[in-house]
């Protein structure tokens, strides 16, 4: 048999893309080498953000629009919510990254916002105390989506469609041979018309052109019981992402677990390999993390609940590789999320569903996307 696609890795992305491409009437199937969901990889801990005020690029806004529409559809189709609007709040120094950078989205895409000043910031959500040196930029469409959920949800759908998934199936290599590709596992071997690989952090395993182009790093989630609960709560507290410094954390209200989720952004900055990386959280992990709650949220300072570790795929300009294979036409290849890209799951699965089958997107322009620009 000769499967019309298949696709390498069934976290956030792979999930996606296979649901997408069953969806349109293809033969997919979808492997995973762990457990369908799991915490190995990129996507597990129960939430992400979700922001349209983009600080990395606004070049990213027609597609977050599309991505916030193709949440809700998903969410219907599944019966059950994936979506969350809590209002997102951007902060910094006026000159900071992140101040400036959610502003120029906001103006550039015509996107409403309010700009405040921290006593006013404090006032709204008393959650915050950041210093009077900060600012912050609210922008009512910013909250999460439920991450492990839209997995299972993905899956869930593509099984309905047709799609073949299986977890626990390693792929150990694959090769085009006279214009058709061979995926080998440890199991068996599969024939496909195309190929998309959505290895996250393990995509240099996979395609051993984007070693060091792609860098694996380390991360470490905190979810803190607040000392005042009620200041953290869905409806009281917003999504936010501020920078102080060089140092960047981001922070969610509390779901799904009774504590306040807190992550500083590149963490420790440690380049790891996801086969050998320590995946215990240590008090110098935690302490990182506490430094900026105790600092910007002295009210979240309660006992632990819970801390996980986690991955980003870094790319040299923190922007997505979502590209055909330099070598073989038949293969599509995304990656490199660099720590932003979850919000954009079913877009990305579209992506791929084009890439993969007509060989561009006639939707977006995939410019700031192309591998050629990290490897020459
Ligand atoms: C702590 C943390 C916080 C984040 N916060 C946000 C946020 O707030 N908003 C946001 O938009 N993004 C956020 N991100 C980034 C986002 O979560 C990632 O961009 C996204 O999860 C990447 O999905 P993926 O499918 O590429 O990777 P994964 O979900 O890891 O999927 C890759 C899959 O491929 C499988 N695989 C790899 N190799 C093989 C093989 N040989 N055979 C079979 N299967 C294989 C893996 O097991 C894995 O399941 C965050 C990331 C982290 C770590």
């Not at 000769?2 to 296979?18: F, L, N, P």
């Not at 080998?184 to 984007?210: E, F």
């Not at 140092?247 to 504590?259: C, D, H, M, S, V």
């Not at 720590?339 to 079913?346: E, L, M």
């Amino acid at each position: 048999m000769i499967w019309d696609v298949i696709v390498i890795g069934v976290g956030g992305m792979g999930s996606a893309t296979a649901y997408e491409l069953a969806a349109r009437g293809h033969k997919v199937l979808a492997l995973e080498q762990h457990n369908i969901p799991h915490d190995l990889g990129a996507s597990h801990g129960i939430n992400r953000m979700i922001r349209l005020a983009y600080a990395e690029d606004p070049r990213y806004i027609p597609m977050l629009r599309r991505a916030y529409r193709l949440w809700r559809e998903l969410g219907k189709t599944i019966g059950e919510r994936l979506l969350f609007i809590t209002g997102g709040i951007d902060a910094g120094a006026e000159d900071s990254w992140i101040v400036r950078g959610s502003l120029q989205a906001c103006i550039e895409h015509k996107l409403k916002f309010e700009t405040l000043t921290a006593r006013e910031l404090h006032q709204r959500f008393p959650g915050f105390r950041l210093p009077k040196t900060m600012v912050a930029v609210y922008q009512s469409q910013g909250g999460f989506v439920l991450s492990e959920r839209s997995i299972v949800a993905n899956v869930s759908l593509a099984l309905d469609l047709g799609a073949e998934i299986h977890a626990r199936e390693p792929v150990v290599d694959w090769r085009v041979e006279r214009g058709k590709v061979i995926v080998r596992t440890d199991r068996a071997s599969y024939r496909g018309a195309r190929l998309v690989i959505t290895a996250g952090p393990w995509i240099a395993h996979v395609v051993k052109r984007l070693r060091g182009v792609v860098k694996p790093e380390r991360q470490v989630l905190l979810w803190a019981q607040p000392k005042r609960p009620e200041l953290f709560e869905m409806g009281q507290f917003p999504v936010f992402y501020m920078q102080d410094g060089d140092e960047k954390f981001y922070g969610l209200p509390i779901y799904g677990t009774p504590g306040f989720k807190f992550g500083k952004y590149n963490h420790l900055k440690e380049q790891v390999d996801p086969d050998t990386m320590d995946r215990e959280c240590h008090a110098n992990d935690e302490e990182a993390l506490r430094k900026g709650i105790r600092k910007f949220f002295p009210d979240a300072d309660g006992p632990t609940i819970a801390t996980k570790t986690c991955l980003f795929s870094n790319t040299s300009d923190e922007n997505f590789i979502l590209d055909l294979h330099p070598d073989f036409s038949q293969v599509a290849i995304a990656a490199g999320f660099s720590g932003h890209g979850f919000k954009f799951c079913p877009v990305v699965g579209e992506i791929m569903a084009d890439l993969a089958l007509d060989g561009g997107s006639k939707s977006y322009d995939l410019g700031l996307f192309k591998l050629d620009r990290l490897i020459g």
